[in-house]
């Protein structure tokens, strides 16, 4: 009974061997159809249209200046005539005329301090002067009258009608009268000096332009205390700072290795980093006589000989230091390809532009060249991608990948 209820448990494998058999018959079709496709994208990929690892550059823009340039060097611009303007004295602030970028001309009168104890003490200098003018009137007065009464008197005494005491009384006063018009006299020198002191200390709450100039920074406002530098810590001592346009200097530091290719008069192309577009012409104005040690440079200062308002004192800038000046053509940029990016065929010229992950072969006219780039006059654009060192098997459409560097 026992044997009979284990052999019932015995799994019948009949079946199983039928549905093995038709799992195996069953995706035959299927499995040649996805061996043929795997092929077909292996010869897609990599027979027919295979991705080309290429390397890339970028039509740019470039100054025919780049090839005779002799070194180049960066620094800012620096007015070389700047002042902190304050004022002698002390005072409150009451007026202020100019505020930042504002053009001001020599002897204008940019500010205005609160001067009525010097308004007054002039006045009183003045007064003081008038008063001394009195005396002095006064003094001649009397010294003329007591040289008439010297005089009658002194071609009296030989013919002995007046006395020795009568003439000795008329001499003294005739001295004293000439002393006391000398004092006089300086009493108005000294009051004359007194009210030219008193005139200047008003001068002095008036705040003037030294020379024709630009506001730079405002740096004190109506009723703030400007005070002489030196003074109280929390008064302001200058109420603007100036700059002559006209002074604007690049300073750059060259280093004493290549000091001797800078030459004063020397021509040069400054570039500014906030017009980046724009070269403006320059030359070497002086190189300063010494060396700073730190840094093993050599200062050297470089004028504008194109003017332009948009110059702004400390602004970054790059200087190069040309071989000859240059002519008026060579001073436009051109639109120039890497020479490594360009293929030559039948005696045509072409590049591969980079379009997304394709390529499109492009029929250039190439013109000057400059050190290792070509002039391209019809066929690219500043900004295009090309391919440099195209391999042979770069055709027209290749699929391409860019190489890492």
């Not at 304050?86 to 602030?93: F, N, P, V």
């Not at 040309?322 to 120039?336: Q, S, V, W, Y």
């Amino acid at each position: 009974m026992a044997n009979e209820d284990i052999s019932k448990l015995k799994i019948d494998k009949s079946g199983t061997r039928y549905y093995r058999s038709k799992r195996r018959r069953l995706p035959l079709w299927i499995t040649v159809f996805i061996l043929i496709l795997i092929i077909g994208l292996i010869i897609y990929r990599f027979v027919i249209n295979p991705t080309i690892e290429i390397e890339v550059s970028t039509v740019s823009q470039v100054y025919p200046s780049q090839v005779i340039t002799l070194l180049n060097a960066s620094g800012y611009v620096v007015a070389q005539r700047k002042a902190s303007v304050a004022s002698k004295i002390t005072g409150q602030l009451e007026w202020l005329g100019v505020e930042e970028g504002s053009y001001v001309k020599e002897g204008q009168i940019i500010a205005r301090l609160e001067g009525k104890d010097a308004i007054a003490a002039r006045d009183q200098a003045m007064a003081n002067l008038q008063n001394a003018l009195s005396n002095l009137e006064a003094a001649k007065v009397e010294m003329e009258d007591a040289e008439l009464h010297y005089n009658r008197l002194k071609e009296l005494l030989p013919h002995g009608i007046i006395s020795q005491s009568e003439f000795d009384i008329a001499q003294a006063r005739y001295h004293r009268a000439q002393a006391s018009f000398t004092a006089a006299q300086s009493l108005v020198n000294a009051s004359r000096a007194a009210l030219r002191s008193a005139t200047v200390a008003v001068q002095y709450t008036i705040i003037r332009a030294p020379f024709d100039a630009v506001v730079l920074t405002k740096n004190a406002d109506i009723g703030d205390i400007i005070t002489p530098i030196g003074a109280a810590a929390t008064a302001k001592a200058a109420v603007v700072t100036i700059a002559d346009m006209d002074s604007l200097l690049v300073e750059v530091d060259v280093s004493e290795s290549s000091i001797q290719k800078v030459q004063i008069g020397q021509p040069c192309e400054i570039q500014l980093d906030a017009f980046p577009e724009t070269r403006f012409r320059g030359i070497v104005h002086t190189v300063v006589p010494t060396a700073d040690r730190s840094k093993a440079t050599v200062m050297t200062k470089v004028g504008f000989l194109d003017k332009d308002d948009r110059t702004l004192p400390e602004m970054s800038a790059k200087v190069a230091f040309l071989e000859r000046t240059l002519e008026p053509e060579e001073r436009k940029p051109i639109t120039a390809v890497n020479v490594h990016a360009v293929v030559v065929q039948d005696d045509k010229k072409f590049i591969f532009l980079v379009h997304g992950n394709r390529v499109t072969k492009t029929t250039i006219i190439p013109g000057t060249r400059l050190d290792n780039m070509i002039e391209v006059l019809e066929g690219a654009k500043p900004g295009d991608r090309v391919v440099i060192n195209p391999p042979e098997t770069l055709q027209n459409g290749s699929k391409i990948k860019v190489k890492e560097l």
